[in-house]
């Protein structure tokens, strides 16, 4: 894995490749060990370039923190090769739900990989998405959760990601809400990721639906890298604005993580050695404990984001930096931010 070079910002803006070696450099011990976890976001996937699967995954939970359970997030693994566009999406459900069979064999250990899935389904489908949802709901036998249309969208051609392109004002589109509509009836929620000038666009949505439940992605996706650059203190106060205003909609929730990647700016990756949890709690504290403050512990998850943000720091380092944000929290305030918020909203029933 270190052999392999990281991919140029003109390839991709988000991703960031694991340093095996780099990692390495940095052991913490782990802060309270005993914390039950529920890793509200990670991702699996098998690509030329890039292998995180069943046993790389496995290597992370098992480094020392108590993962419970995990929920799989869209990514764009194993589509179906074959059979109608639209339908292609429903090979990541099958896949997914394949490893949590696996691990729910207590083969692999105690953690429940997988225990939720959310899987993607074009929803500028409109209403005709339904065919859709109900394949994926019966390829999750039991533990499909939602859909992830990515709308992450940006003037600035460095910031859009080319395997997810989105086009401007996506969750303004009637089409798109015509598919969105369809969520709430097949019990299913929406993973909102986009970037933070988009915000005002999310509480628009899940004002229009208030029955359906949303949970933004990465702190609304805080930008700092094209013309973002350099403009993290003038991008702060619009930001809390923004959030402050979604945190109004009680259908909404926020994932507290995902702020590892190239798009936000931090260089951890540039370090010679891997950032600490105290110099990672350091930096997110503002955006961290805004959404924590707006939204509540009740509403909001810790989400390692990985593998995407391997790049930047280890699991271990990650969630000793989540253990540090929640020092002064109270113990049910502490439950819910590492597994009573993900475990209602993914209807986990752990």
Same mark, same amino acid.
């Given at each position: 894995?270190?052999?392999? @070079?990281?991919?140029? $910002? ?32 990670? =991702? ?38 074959? %059979? ?24 692999? %250990?105690?953690?429940?990989?997988? /225990? ?11 209403? /005709? ?51 969105? $509509? ?14 933070? @000038? ?19 992605? =990465? ?30 909609? @009680? ?22 050695? @891997? ?5 990672? /709690? ?17 509403? /909001? &998850? ?22 540090? &944000?929640?020092?002064? $929290? ?21």
């Amino acid at each position: 894995m270190s052999a392999t @070079p990281p991919p140029t $910002a003109a390839q991709n803006a988000a991703f960031l490749m694991p340093r095996a070696d780099w990692l390495a450099r940095r052991q913490e011990a782990i802060l309270e060990p005993d914390l039950p976890i529920i890793d509200p976001h990670h =991702h699996l996937w098998d690509r030329p370039s890039w292998h995180y699967m069943l046993p790389d995954l496995l290597a992370d939970t098992s480094s020392g923190h108590n993962i419970q359970a995990t929920v799989f997030i869209q990514c764009r693994a194993f589509h179906r090769a074959d %059979g109608p566009e639209g339908m292609k999406p429903i090979g990541e459900t099958e896949f997914a739900n394949g490893v949590a069979a696996m691990s729910a064999s207590g083969s692999y %250990g105690s953690t429940k990989v997988n /225990a939720g899935i959310v899987s993607h389904a074009s929803l500028t489908m409109g209403a /005709a998405v339904q065919d859709v949802l109900e394949a994926h709901i019966a390829a999750g036998n039991g533990r499909f959760r939602g859909i992830r249309h990515i709308v992450a969208f940006d003037n600035d051609p460095l910031l859009n990601n080319p395997g997810n392109p989105a086009p401007p004002h996506q969750l303004m589109d009637p089409k798109f809400r015509e598919g969105f $509509a369809k969520l709430a009836p097949n019990g299913l929620s929406f993973e909102g990721w986009l970037y933070h @000038p988009q915000l005002d666009e999310l509480t628009d949505l899940a004002r229009a639906f208030p029955d359906t439940a949303i949970v933004l992605n =990465h702190c609304g996706g805080p930008l700092g890298i094209g013309r973002y650059a350099g403009r993290r203190q003038e991008i702060f106060p619009t930001w809390t604005a923004n959030i402050r205003e979604l945190a109004k909609c @009680p259908n909404v929730m926020v994932k507290l993580g995902g702020i590892g990647m190239r798009i936000n700016g931090y260089d951890f990756h540039e370090q010679s050695d @891997p950032p600490s949890s105290e110099a990672l /709690a350091t930096a997110w504290k503002p955006w961290m404990e805004t959404c924590i403050e707006a939204f509540g512990p009740s509403r /909001a &998850m810790f989400e390692s984001n990985f593998p995407v943000d391997k790049g930047s720091y280890s699991y271990q380092v990650f969630w000793n930096a989540c253990k540090l &944000m929640a020092k002064g $929290a109270s113990a049910s305030e502490k439950h819910d931010l590492f597994f009573g918020a993900a475990n209602r909203f993914y209807r986990l029933g752990l």
